[in-house]
């Protein structure tokens, strides 16, 4: 039965509190494979069940297209060229829920016969029932704001300006950055480096004071945009390409849904390829995992954050204050859009877990700086080859 596909979309029993784990998430795919947030199966071929389940809703999409414009008396057909990429989920109330962008090729009998390729995105749901499905317009290119809080490591931040100016700039898929930098020794060196941009029309610097903390770095970005400003909560550390930010675009709604994707996070990069950065390409069991546990990068609009109740201020030092946001926006009846997003790869740095955390935070810092070494084969074939030498010397 269909309804077997995907054991992780159990459903826990009924209760009155809400949490991260009643979120039913997302796989994203492309044509040829899928991506898992499973720290186990990072990036797999389809199973044989999909592959199925797949062709059947293909077939339902292009027989509906086709009709409708022979409903219209258009002489036109519509085939299907290749599967672009999309997103799945299995709902126990719903059934199978697609999401899936499809390259067509549009050819019209009228004087003569004219083709063309288009590029359009399906919605399908898939109950025990009849199937329903409606078409997914693409989201206007608004003003995206990418709110970065940063206090020193100038260096990294030189590497996130290069790949601002390559997608943002370069491309002009309309952002902006919206820099909230506080004081460091390094301070002068960032404020330069964005003057010497040649993109520095697109970055914005507030300047704040006190010690570092993200959640009122980013509470002061909110206030510093309008309302109706799309905005992206980023970090430095953060690789993005164009269709990361599409999917941002995509998946956020005002006053409706919220896109929390779930963040591809590289392994220690010495134990991965032996150097200081390994490709974000390169996304395997072996060098990362997609970061099921964070929610720092996160899409909103002002008013839904504002509704929501924002961050918690009160959250200073390393983590939690994302969590917080995360289950607010739950509680707030939000629809809480979370995948897998191959577009967003979190580059390796090591994780220092500050003595002044709280307990609670510190152990979150501890399990994601564990988290982030290395894969479970590395570190067994690390622990085999270690006993192995300590039994041969023992002989």
């Not at 494979?33 to 069940?49: A, E, G, L, M």
């Not at 898939?126 to 990418?146: F, I, K």
């Not at 697109?202 to 905005?231: C, N, P, W, Y």
Request: aromatic share 12%; with cysteine; charged share 25%.
């Amino acid at each position: 039965m269909i309804c077997n596909l995907d054991s992780s979309a159990a459903v826990s029993p009924p209760s009155n509190t809400i949490s991260r784990d009643d979120i039913n998430t997302w796989t994203f795919f492309t044509k040829k494979c899928q991506f898992d947030h499973s720290t186990f199966s990072v990036k797999r071929n389809h199973f044989i069940q999909w592959k199925v389940v797949m062709s059947r809703a293909i077939d339902f999409i292009m027989q509906q297209v086709n009709q409708e414009y022979a409903a219209h008396g258009i002489a036109t057909e519509q085939t299907l060229m290749e599967v672009v990429s999309g997103f799945r989920r299995f709902h126990p109330l719903h059934g199978i829920q697609l999401i899936i962008k499809l390259k067509l090729k549009f050819k019209r009998f009228r004087a003569g016969t004219f083709t063309a390729p288009s590029t359009r995105t399906f919605v399908l749901d898939m109950p025990l029932t009849d199937v329903v499905l409606r078409e997914l317009e693409q989201p206007a290119v608004e003003r995206l704001h990418l709110i970065l809080p940063l206090s020193g490591r100038f260096k990294t931040f030189k590497r996130f300006l290069s790949q601002f100016e390559l997608i943002c700039g370069q491309q002009n898929l309309n952002c902006e950055l919206l820099l909230i930098l506080y004081d460091s020794e390094e301070k002068a060196e960032t404020e330069a480096a964005v003057k010497a941009s040649p993109y520095s029309d697109k970055i914005r610097i507030v300047f704040e004071a006190g010690s570092f903390s993200r959640a009122k770095a980013l509470h002061k970005g909110v206030s510093e945009v309008q309302d109706g400003t799309l905005m992206l909560f980023i970090d430095v550390d953060l690789y993005f390409n164009e269709d990361a930010l599409l999917r941002v675009r995509q998946h956020t709604n005002k006053g409706r849904s919220i896109y929390f994707p779930i963040v591809f996070s590289q392994y220690d990069s010495q134990m991965v390829c032996g150097e200081d950065n390994c490709p974000v390409e390169d996304q395997s069991h072996l060098s990362g995992a997609f970061r099921f546990f964070g929610f720092g990068i996160t899409s909103m609009y002002k008013e839904d954050y504002v509704k929501s109740g924002g961050f918690d201020m009160s959250i200073t030092g390393w983590g939690k204050e994302d969590v917080d946001l995360f289950v607010k926006m739950i509680r707030a009846n939000y629809e809480v859009f979370r995948s897998a997003d191959p577009g967003f790869v979190h580059i390796y740095h090591p994780v220092i877990c500050d003595k002044s955390l709280s307990a609670e935070q510190t152990t979150m810092c501890l399990n994601s700086k564990s988290a982030s070494f290395a894969s479970k084969k590395t570190l067994v074939d690390i622990f085999a080859r270690t006993h192995w030498t300590v039994m041969t010397r023992s002989m």
